[in-house]
């Protein structure tokens, strides 16, 4: 049941066969990299399984898992490294696999990590496809799978389920399904703190939906929404979405390649829209709407579900949070108390500028202080590209808040990388660009940096990898 209160039957088989290119791709990259870190570890004298499941944070959410918590490293320096830094839904799940299964704690955490990688891919498809069809969808999760460290998305770590997570709260978001959004945006506050993204996508969403409501209510009556069935002949469909209707001709050829840019028509201000349910279960058949029932849907129902999606979303962080102070005796800022201890905060990025900047001071290290220079400089470009292109209004808060505590966190410097890969929404723009070439050549063009990705990859994980 969605926010136009039509009743739907859903095709879970159908949306899986929709999705299965961009799985199929998926864990075909993520296969090569699995080889080349196997090869690149042997020839090493070092395992690579070890490398994936028990070091850097995976040893800590093992301990988490089998121990709860409670552990702290002090350092001498005076840092305190405790483990109420990491947030408990991964290890929860590790405890979980090893509770119903003869696996240990890291294979368990290793299993919820591929289960989750998937997820992720196919969330992100199902986000791309709504957006730009299937062919972008499935170049989207391409893209994401051929990212410089996309080998973090098969390790223990907490990344590819926050991930899943999120891109499902969006993608619910827009669609109108908001309880399912802020469940998913819940959990997304107890898998990593940057799930603060997601409530304020959800939030930031359901705001907007309201203020358009109140505008659409002083200005004039609501305008009849069309709801029409699916496979009629006209060769036109008609999505309504919160007294937004969306109208997209079948017939051209022309609809995989459409940006969202070029029909602002296309999604609600607050991006969502009703009716086409690309890449998860999804509508067989859609009712045809009585004659003047859609003036007497309960539009009171639509904005209490509104309503308790964005009461529901930031309940996971929130309790997290809260139950650190509680627990430490320092309050609701306890938890900040905490990330200091790993000499983790916020400062807009001033502390990474300055660590750039000292790049440059020497010779080599200037190369590398460039490559840094560029990689920010595409992640904020890629942004602005967003933006530019008027991506649904979810999207771009989310990519917003996740690139901006990336980027702005005073945090070890090596991290970047890996705390930016939920910004899937940044790829979206890249993705209908690389759907428009025919299929060899983009397929050359995604095997050429897979193979690249999976050999950095298994360089990165064997020296300084992800901290």
Known sequence: ???????????RSGALRRAAPALLGYAAVRALGLVALALWSGARGKDAYTLLTARWDALWYTRVAELGYGHEVRL???????????????????????????LSYADGGFVVSVFASLAAAWGIFAVADHVHGRRA?????????????????????????????????LYAVLTGRWVTAGVLAGLAGLTRPVGLAVVAAVWAA???SFLRERASA??????????????????????????????RDRSSPARERTSFARDRSAVAEDGARVGERAGAPGIARRTQAPEGALCAMD?????LRRALGMLLAPLGAAGYVLWVGHRTGDGPLGYLDVQAGWRNG???????????????????????????????????????????????????????????LALGASSYFGSKPRLLLPAFPLLLPLAPALARLRTPRSALVVGAVATASAVYGAFWLNGSGPP
């Open 1 to 11: 049941m969605n926010d136009l209160d039509t009743h739907v039957v859903p095709a």
């Open 76 to 102: 001498p320096g005076g840092d305190v490294h405790s483990d109420l830094a990491f947030f408990p839904l991964f290890p929860w799940l590790e405890r979980l696999v090893a509770a119903v299964s003869p």
């Open 137 to 169: 969808g499935v170049c989207a999760v391409l893209l994401w799978a051929v990212l410089p460290v996309g080998i973090v998305q098969s390790m223990a770590y907490s990344e590819s389920l926050f991930t899943a997570l999120a891109a499902w709260s």
């Open 206 to 208: 359901g705001i907007a």
């Open 218 to 247: 002083r200005g004039h009556a609501p305008a009849r929404e069309d709801v029409s069935e699916e496979g009629h002949d006209s060769g036109r469909e008609h999505f309504s979405g919160e007294g937004h209707a969306f109208a």
């Open 299 to 303: 539009t009171s129902g639509v904005r």
């Open 346 to 404: 916020f400062d807009g990025g001033y502390a990474f500028a300055r660590f750039v900047a000292a790049m440059f001071t020497s010779f080599p290290s200037a190369l590398a202080g460039l490559g840094l220079v560029a990689g920010v400089g595409l992640v904020v470009w890629l942004y602005a590209v967003c933006v530019r292109q008027r991506q649904p209004l979810p999207l771009l808060v989310y990519a917003g808040v996740v690139t901006a």
